[in-house]
């Protein structure tokens, strides 16, 4: 049998592209999918462009692959392929560069693969106007069930091209979510995590024309059998009060909102093309604060952003320090090819920007053990993922507000439990099942 292995960079979107493209490999095309780091006949690189970082991390995965397995066929594909394909396609081993608007036809594409060329598939990425249909009912080496259920952006903010790599926005049917999602949890995922580019959006370019997310997942909160129901990242302006209340009345909805931030200065937010200001961010989380108490906040943060002063960054910090986050993303910026900010002036100093960067995940340090310690004693629901500990089975998980817990030895994947927490760890809590 065909053997085709993945590696994917990125968001939980690109993860979920995965998935799509290795069940039409699985289903249409008969190829078998193993372990990334294995021999296979072919490797799908998955790429991302959301940084310069990004960028050289996929170009280094390929250049690896083809320094291990020089036989094998590459497939690049996402976000970076998209936006770059000639440059992607210059890397020695790569046979195809596959757009993202293209990646329902990734079996006939790798058929049509001539050894010894290069082929192109990258469609505009104007040509993707409706939201492609592609069942899957199990997550390759995941406990969580990742449902697309949006694609693209409409924004224009002025440090991303989303729009450029994954088009406009567009909403899937919530007849055919609903669908999957039953059909995961029928498949034995009992926890669902709901993901797009702008998730707040969904339902809007439908002929319903409205925002549709909290009926959606209200009716998702419904499927029996359903344990826990968790949202990916959201935008601030499509944050409601109605979707706030239904997380803080739902037990099986996770206390758990990532929403991106940026910037804490208004004047950085208005370059940067957000359709808010840092009071309107700052009074949405402390409704949430309030509201839904022990949820977990987490944050986007852009350092050094053209024109960005120590006046801007001091009162982007301040109101991090000020607002009930749990976590930081501080990202640094770096120009992205064909954004609108890679022709301003004020470009920040690279020291400068990195200087920044490590002030912020030092305030996500300090902020997130202040909120584990706060667990510790409560006896709470955890969601279990097995690991392997030297070579032993052993059990790890999440709480519903976002914090992995070391249970020590066992096996129970799965499955939901009751677990009290003990003690801090570097990075997380530790606890102990508690007996039924």
């Not at 049998?1 to 799509?20: H, I, P, S, W």
């Not at 989303?162 to 999957?180: A, C």
């Not at 070391?406 to 129970?412: I, R, S, T």
Request: charged letters at 25%.
């Amino acid at each position: 049998m065909k053997r085709v292995a993945f590696c994917t960079f990125g968001c939980r979107l690109n993860q979920y592209d995965t998935e799509t493209m290795r069940t039409l490999l699985s289903d249409e095309g008969g190829w078998r999918a193993v372990a990334w780091n294995e021999e296979a006949d072919v490797y799908v690189v998955n790429t991302c462009s959301v940084t310069a970082k990004a960028d050289a991390r996929a170009r280094n995965m390929i250049r690896r692959i083809y320094g291990e397995r020089p036989g094998a066929r590459i497939v690049a594909t996402g976000c970076y392929a998209q936006r770059a394909p000639e440059e992607i396609a210059e890397l020695p081993g790569v046979s195809l560069v596959l757009g993202a608007a293209d990646r329902e036809r990734v079996v006939d594409e790798i058929d049509q693969v001539v050894p010894g060329e290069i082929r192109m598939s990258v469609s505009p990425i104007a040509e993707a106007t409706t939201f492609h249909e592609i069942p899957i009912t199990e997550m390759m080496d995941r406990s969580r069930a990742f449902v697309k259920i949006q694609e693209g952006c409409n924004e224009s903010c002025t440090f991303c091209i989303i729009p450029q790599t994954r088009g406009r926005s567009r909403s899937r049917r919530p007849e055919k979510v609903l669908e999957q999602v039953r059909g995961l949890v029928a498949s034995g995922y009992t926890e669902i995590v709901l993901t797009g580019v702008h998730v707040g959006d969904f339902g809007l370019d439908l002929p319903e024309g409205r925002p549709m997310l909290t009926g959606l997942i209200r009716d998702i909160l419904r499927i029996p059998a359903l344990d826990r129901f968790r949202l990916s990242s959201i935008e601030p302006s499509t944050v409601t009060s109605e979707l706030i209340d239904l997380m803080a009345n739902e037990e099986k909805f996770a206390r758990h909102f990532h929403i991106p931030m940026q910037s804490g200065s208004d004047r950085i937010l208005q370059r940067m093309g957000r359709r808010y200001d840092s009071d309107a961010f700052a009074t949405l989380l402390h409704e949430i604060g309030e509201k839904v108490p022990g949820c977990a906040i987490g944050s986007d943060v852009i350092c050094g952003f053209p024109g960005e002063t120590d006046k801007d960054f001091q009162m982007t910090f301040d109101r991090l320090v000020e607002l009930p986050i749990t976590y930081i993303h501080p990202f640094t910026y770096s120009v992205r090819p064909g954004s609108r900010a890679e022709a301003f002036g004020d470009q920040v100093s690279g020291d400068v920007r990195k200087r920044r960067t490590r002030a912020l995940k030092r305030l996500s340090r300090d902020k997130n053990l202040a909120f584990r310690r706060v667990l510790v004693g409560e006896t709470v629901p955890i969601f279990v993922e097995e690991m392997r500990v030297a070579g032993r089975p052993h059990l790890g998980g999440l709480t519903d507000n976002y914090v992995r817990v070391d249970l020590g030895p066992g096996e129970a994947a799965r499955s939901l439990i009751e677990a009290r927490i003990t003690a801090v760890t570097d990075d997380g809590l530790a606890g102990m099942p508690v007996a039924a």
